[in-house]
C-alpha cells in the first residue's frame, strides 16, 4: 500500500499490525490442523467430514494470504520461519481427540476453533469502525466466512 493508503488509516499501526500478525498465525494453524485432521480422521462419516475438514483448510488458508497481504500493505512483516507462527497465534492449543474415529470430537474442536475466530474479527471490526475501512471491509468479509463455518459445523454435530 502506498503512502496515502497507510495515511487514511485513523489508528496507530502498531497495534493494528501486530492484530494482523495474530489472526494471521491463527489462520496457518488452523489450515494445518484441519489439513491434518482431514487426514487421520476415521470411522463412520468420516470421509464426508475429512471433505468438508480439506475446504475449510483451504479457505483458512485463504484468510492467510488476505491477512498477509494487508500486513504487508501496512508495513508490516511476515514470520520468515514456521516456527514463529505458533508464537504469534491468539489461540495455539488444537487438541484434537486421540482415538481419530471420534468425529464428534472432532467436530468438538472445530467449532471452538471457529467460535474463536469470530470473536477475534469482532474485535478486530470494533476496533477498525471508522479508523480504517480497508481492513474492516476485510475483517467483515472474514468474519462471514467463519460464521458460515459455524453454522456448517454446528449443523454437523446436529446443534443450533
Sequence with gaps: MGQK?????EMELRPLIQALQGLYAD????????????QIITGLYSPQVSGMLKARSADELAHA???????LELGGTLPQEWAAIPALANHKAFAFPKNPSDVQGILKVVLQA??????????????????????HELAE???????????????LLGKS
Design 5 to 9: 493508503g497507510r495515511e487514511i488509516v
Design 27 to 38: 489462520e496457518w494453524l488452523a489450515h494445518y490442523h484441519y489439513l491434518h485432521a482431514a
Design 65 to 71: 494470504l488476505r491477512l498477509g497481504e494487508r500486513i
Design 114 to 135: 471457529e467460535r474463536r475466530a469470530i470473536a477475534a474479527y469482532q474485535e478486530l471490526l470494533k476496533k477498525t469502525l471508522h479508523n480504517d475501512t480497508v481492513t
Design 141 to 155: 468479509e472474514l468474519l462471514a466466512d467463519e460464521v458460515k463455518d459455524e453454522e456448517e459445523t454446528e449443523n
